[in-house]
């Protein structure tokens, strides 16, 4: 998220949505917990099958 500094040297974790400075030298991660919604993509793709 913008914006945001990334000091000199510093590293960013991939896949990370960083959103407050890092400092120099710093290294900075996220991680959400993984959240699973039961027969969610199933639903969704029942529902486009009767769309069409």
């Known amino acids: 998220m913008a914006p945001v500094a990334v000091g000199e040297g510093a590293m960013v974790g991939a ?3 960083i959103t407050e400075d890092v400092a120099p030298g710093d290294l900075s991660l996220t991680r ?3 959240k ?3 027969k969610w993509a199933s ?6 099958k009767r769309k069409e």
């Open 43 to 48: 639903k969704f793709f029942s529902s486009k």
């Open 15 to 17: 896949g990370s949505t």
């Open 32 to 34: 959400a917990p993984q």
């Open 36 to 38: 699973t919604l039961k």
